[in-house]
């Protein structure tokens, strides 16, 4: 993008941002869908601007990202709407991440290829990850709902779009982000797995870039001795390391 449109986008998104981040607290039945919007356009605006060195969409170098705040303040807007305008169905369509159902068990069979990497992801998680361990209810729920979101993904393709994708971003629960966020290596391996995910919307230009840098940046916080785990999701995303 040309460096003036870039910045005049910079000065209306920080204006927008200006104005907007103060009512955040204060979410009503007359301002819920303007912010909900907002925090949409927010979200997209970072995808469009592009990645940057440290950066994983759920933190980076400075800690817990802009980018996921905005985008899990969408949840909160949705619930906050809900309780405000429960009666008022003209605002439902509008809150489609609240309306996919990804925690039913899966109802058509995988690509045998895509299923054995979800097996051998999941035969992972249960050697390094014990029942008796504070992470495995959040990376079981997380894993859960990975299955269920590769199933639409890779089933329906025609009908794949970023909200069936993030979807599982959306929902998967904040201890589970606190492990990414830890650097965490089962975390980030089963997060290396939503990149995949993200791969398929390649087709959107402001995602083109995103897939081989999340993986490269996994790849770096990722011990020697486990980074074999990341091997299927390198290969789907089309992204090795530097010999």
């Known amino acids: 993008m040309p460096a003036d449109l870039l ?8 204006e927008a941002l ?10 009503t039945e007359s301002n819920c869908v303007a912010l909900y919007l907002f925090a949409t356009i927010t979200c997209l605006h970072t995808f469009a601007l592009g990645p940057c060195p440290g950066e994983l969409l759920i933190f980076n170098q400075n800690g817990p990202s802009h980018w996921l705040i905005f985008f899990r303040g969408l949840r909160s807007i949705e619930q906050a ?3 405000a305008s429960a009666q008022n169905e003209e605002l439902h369509p509008i809150f489609p991440l609240s309306d996919l159902e990804l925690s039913k068990d899966p109802v058509k069979a995988l690509d ?3 299923q054995d990497a979800l097996e051998a992801l999941a035969s992972f998680i249960d050697v ?3 029942k008796d361990d504070d992470r495995c209810e959040s990376m079981v ?3 859960t709902l990975l299955r269920s979101c590769y199933t639409v993904v890779y089933n329906e393709p025609a009908q794949v779009s970023a ?3 993030f979807s599982w971003l959306h929902r998967v629960s904040d201890q589970y982000l606190k492990l990414v966020q830890a650097t965490d290596a089962v975390a980030l391996i089963l997060f290396s797995y939503f990149v995949v995910l993200i791969k398929r919307l390649e087709c959107a230009w402001m995602v083109k870039d995103w897939p081989a840098h999340l993986m490269s940046e996994i790849y770096a916080r990722m011990p020697v001795a486990k980074r074999f785990w990341l091997t299927w999701p390198m290969e789907q995303v089309g992204w090795l390391p530097a010999e």
Not at 7 to 14: P, R, S, T
Not at 18 to 27: E, K
Request: net charge neutral; proline share 6%; hydrophobic share 40%.
């Open 163 to 165: 909200y069936t994708v």
């Open 128 to 130: 390094n990850v014990t």
């Open 141 to 143: 729920e997380a894993l």
């Open 7 to 14: 910045n005049k986008a910079n000065v209306h998104w920080e």
């Open 18 to 27: 200006r104005l907007a981040s103060p009512l955040l607290s204060r979410i």
């Open 81 to 83: 709407c809900d309780l």
């Open 112 to 114: 045998p290829s895509v």
